[in-house]
């Protein structure tokens, strides 16, 4: 990042934004047709159609390492520095691929333009050996004694994932194309360049560069104790992590021999290598589990683009998703669902005060399904047995892994086990609590529609208890609320009269035929997990059950589902404040503690976890 932003500190495509990609575009589709149309063997020019192939295999390549280290990340196995992202850093590494594209738009040029460099054989050794010895004696050289640079820079604290590695200036990333062009330009020039070295060199480049800022060691001591020279030629994780943290140190990029001639070398290098060896995972305080929702929700977790995660799930999905990733979305969904349904896997870590939050993704979209009941209740039994022996305080159930028709909101594994230490909690008490104080101060009158739930009837009977008039349309659903203590202010409607009612209770089950008969300026409040079909724009629409997580949250960097940033659903809210209160009974079951919604509701401002607030006009 500059620190002074000035000439050459954005790249010049900037403002195309996603459609950057159209630069090389025509690029790529005449190396593709020239090669197919070729008469002749030897008219075709294979040089350029592997640029073709290198930027792709580039790009899956540096995607690998940040899924790779955002999980172990997530995990805390063998970490190394303690540092948290946030949504401003997801934001200034969105252009993290823009050195891939302005790479392979210099080897087009230099394809056309530099002697040597156009119909490369496949493999020649000797040019492969002079770009090693070019590669080991001038850009590794060159790189460390350049620090400072020539144009201002900001030292930033060095943080995964390895996004860090590539995200600076346009003039930085000219720099160091230069450098580390010298061994190709010299072997082309030479008549000894091939295809094989040139992919080999740049993905070794890539490849120690991601290595260097994956936030995790994984040299094992073995290594070098078999080959002590290994010290010298390759640098570690923990070796150039101290760059970043003590600033004047460990300036050598992949061989650290540069700092031992010049004196460089961080005293801390060994004890943190050592260090962060012995460093087990991380046990957390608490375990949110979730899953799936959609084939394009395998997009918002955040071990997979941090740019899409960074953002509220689409209700209708980005045109370059549907249009060229949809076999990468299936085949992801796919692997997901069968090869990894059978237990869950951390995907994301965050920090409250003094405890740890790690969700788990259960990897199944058959929740509606009755047939996949039991493998996944047995999925969940084994995460809360796990959890529970590891110490773990608290685990909330999200989405639908507290159905009523599942697992009766959790008591299933309550009954089962009744000596569990660990707290169990299903998220309807603050949800029920979440929507009753969504609902406007001055309402008198709400009509209810939808699947009747157990955050629905605490919600219904909160209301009743307070003097608001509950209006339902469904005879059983009436009954049912009778039988579990509603009575005064519970009202069965046989007729419309209801659509004049602004204020609208809703959930699963709502017809979108109800929600246009609508009154114009009608309020919808949803007590469900999934938000309702927005389809009246002169009405309004509150948020699913959630809650604003309070400033001291840290490692917040992706979007819950369809919530907003930094944004919490209800469910895992009631889970964190659960554990921070350190209440010492289960909160799940098939009945809601309605008696101490206002309990729990307070106990959440108090944690300073804040309200979204009304739509404005309803403020």
């Not at 990894?340 to 920090?351: A, D, G, I, K, Q």
């Amino acid at each position: 990042m500059a620190l002074r932003p000035g000439a050459l500190t954005e790249w010049p495509w900037s403002p195309l934004g996603s459609f950057k990609y159209l630069l090389v575009a025509p690029l790529v589709m005449a190396s593709m047709h020239s090669y197919v149309t070729a008469a002749v063997d030897e008219e075709k020019d294979l040089s350029r159609l592997m640029i073709v192939v290198l930027m792709l295999w580039r790009i899956v390549h540096s995607q690998i390492w940040i899924s790779v280290s955002r999980q172990r990340t997530a995990k805390g196995t063998n970490k190394i520095v303690y540092k948290p992202i946030e949504f401003e850093q997801v934001d200034r590494e969105r252009t993290w691929d823009d050195q891939i594209i302005f790479n392979t738009l210099l080897m087009y040029l230099a394809n056309i333009k530099l002697p040597g460099a156009s119909h490369l054989p496949p493999w020649r050794l000797d040019g492969a050996i002079l770009m090693a010895l070019l590669h080991a004696g001038v850009p590794l050289l060159l790189v460390p004694q350049s620090s400072p640079p020539p144009f201002p820079l900001l030292s930033l604290p060095f943080s995964p994932p390895f996004l860090h590695s590539v995200v600076h200036p346009f003039a930085e990333h000219i720099a160091y194309s230069l450098l580390f062009a010298i061994p190709m330009v010299t072997a082309s020039l030479c008549g000894i360049l091939s295809i094989v070295s040139i992919i080999a060199y740049i993905t070794y480049i890539d490849f120690m560069n991601n290595m260097g800022h994956c936030n995790f060691e994984l040299f094992p001591k073995r290594l070098f104790h078999l080959f002590p020279p290994l010290k010298f030629l390759c640098y570690t994780p923990s070796f150039h992590s101290l760059h970043h943290t003590q600033f004047r140190t460990n300036y050598s990029l992949f061989m650290p021999i540069y700092d031992y001639i010049y004196g460089t070398t961080d005293n801390l290098t060994e004890s943190l290598y050592e260090r962060s060896l012995e460093r087990e995972e991380e046990s957390p305080d608490i375990i949110h589990l979730t899953h799936l929702t959609t084939h394009d929700s395998i997009y918002q977790m955040r071990l997979g683009f941090p740019s899409l995660s960074s953002c509220p799930l689409w209700s209708r999905s980005p045109w370059y998703l549907t249009c060229f990733m949809w076999p990468f979305t299936l085949l992801c969904s796919f692997v997901l669902t069968s090869a990894l349904s059978s237990r869950t896997f951390v995907f994301e870590r965050n920090r409250l005060r003094d405890l740890t939050l790690h969700s788990h993704l259960l990897p199944n979209f058959y929740y509606k399904s009755l047939r996949h009941h039991e493998s996944i209740n047995n999925i969940i039994e084994e995460v809360i047995l796990e959890a529970d022996e590891k110490g773990v305080k608290v685990i909330s159930l999200g989405l639908m892994n507290n159905r009523e028709e599942l697992n009766k909101s959790g008591e299933i594994y309550v009954q089962k086990y009744p000596k569990l230490k660990i707290k169990l909690v299903d998220g309807s008490s603050m949800a029920a609590a979440v929507v009753i104080n969504n609902i406007p101060k001055e309402t008198t009158e709400i009509v209810f529609r939808g699947n009747l739930t157990k955050v629905a009837s605490a919600v219904v009977f909160a209301l009743c208890q307070k003097g608001v008039k509950v209006v339902v349309l469904r005879e059983e659903e009436h009954s049912k609320l009778i039988k579990s203590g509603v009575g005064k202010n519970l009202v069965l409607s046989t007729s419309n009269s209801y659509y004049s009612l602004t204020v609208w209770l809703v959930g699963d089950g709502i017809e979108n035929e109800e929600q246009m008969k609508a009154k114009e300026g009608t309020l919808f409040v949803p007590f469900s997990h999934f938000p309702p079909n927005k389809l009246r724009k002169d009405c309004f629409y509150e948020s699913t059950p959630a809650m604003r997580v309070p400033k001291s949250a840290q490692i917040i960097d992706s979007c819950e589902n369809w919530l907003g940033r930094r944004v919490m659903s209800a469910w895992k809210v009631g889970g964190i404040v659960h554990a921070l209160e350190g209440w010492e009974e289960h909160d799940c079951g098939n009945t809601c503690n309605v008696l101490r919604l206002h309990a729990i509701w307070e106990a959440a401002l108090r944690h300073d976890f804040q309200p979204l607030g009304l739509p404005p006009s309803h403020l």
